[in-house]
């Protein structure tokens, strides 16, 4: 079965820190994707990465960067020079191959880092 | 951005009522899903389709019903509402053949006295 584990429930840091939120997955397949979602205060789910378990490279997004080691089954996600606007629980998320029926898929997800920002 | 809408967007009901939920998505993509969203467990898949008429389980699928009679519509209904139902409720849809990636709605609270 597959497993997300964001270990990480609350996080305070002052603007202009760097901040770095963990995700650790576990699974039994060797193809699989992993994600991460932004959800502001406003509540909806905002789509930020995805990963696919055969690409090892690091991302870079503006301010967002993201080191992805199977190694470690790792997938944890940074934010440079932190914004109030980045205020918001992230989850990490994984996608194991397909479900039985249909080719339909199955993200499991972790329990959600909150992130606060204080000016 | 998939199209996909939820009603109604905030419910109170009362314990023993059947509640129905609507997904409504505008993009013709393949398989939608129901999630739910609780504090501490992040958000857990209900239910499935993988098209018209085609549902599935998921992980917490005790006490609610789908149906997909049409390919942009998903309802999710409890037919006994309990206040362990009180939840956020998350309708995503996924196109074939693409990057993995689920589009999700805007969520729908729902609370259960």
């Known amino acids: 079965a597959q497993k997300v584990t964001q270990a990480q429930t609350e996080i305070s840091v002052v603007e202009k820190e760097d901040v770095t939120l963990d995700c650790v997955y576990e699974?039994?397949?060797?193809?699989?994707?992993l994600f991460w979602y932004k959800q502001p205060p406003s509540g909806e789910l905002v789509f930020l990465i995805r990963?696919?378990?055969?690409?090892?490279q690091n991302e870079i997004s503006g301010r967002y960067s993201w080191n992805f080691q199977k190694s470690t089954s790792s997938f944890n996600f940074t934010i440079t020079a932190s914004q109030v606007v980045d205020s918001a629980v992230y989850f990490c998320?994984?996608?194991?191959?397909?479900?039985?029926?249909?080719?339909?898929?199955?993200?499991?997800f972790g329990s959600g880092t909150q992130l606060t920002v204080l000016p | 951005d998939a199209g996909i809408t939820q009603s109604p967007r905030h419910k109170v009901t009362e314990t023993g009522t059947p509640v129905t939920l609507r997904c409504h998505q505008t993009?013709?993509?393949?398989?939608m899903y129901w999630y739910r969203q609780d504090p501490g467990h992040g958000l857990r898949l209900i239910h499935y389709?993988?098209?018209?008429?085609?549902?599935d389980k998921g992980e917490v699928s005790d006490g609610y019903s789908v149906s997909r009679s049409k390919t942009e519509d998903f309802l999710l209904t409890l037919e006994s509402a309990t206040s362990s139902q009180t939840s956020v409720y998350f309708c995503?849809?996924?196109?074939?053949?693409?990057?993995?990636?689920?589009?999700f709605g805007p969520g729908t609270r729902l609370t259960v006295l």
């Open positions: 998320a994984l996608s194991e191959g397909v479900i039985s029926s249909g080719s339909a898929r199955q993200l499991t």
């Open positions: 699974t039994r397949d060797t193809t699989y994707y």
């Open positions: 990963r696919n378990s055969f690409d090892e």
């Open positions: 993009e013709n993509h393949r398989y």
């Open positions: 389709s993988y098209g018209v008429k085609d549902t």
């Open positions: 995503a849809t996924e196109n074939t053949g693409s990057t993995n990636e689920q589009f």
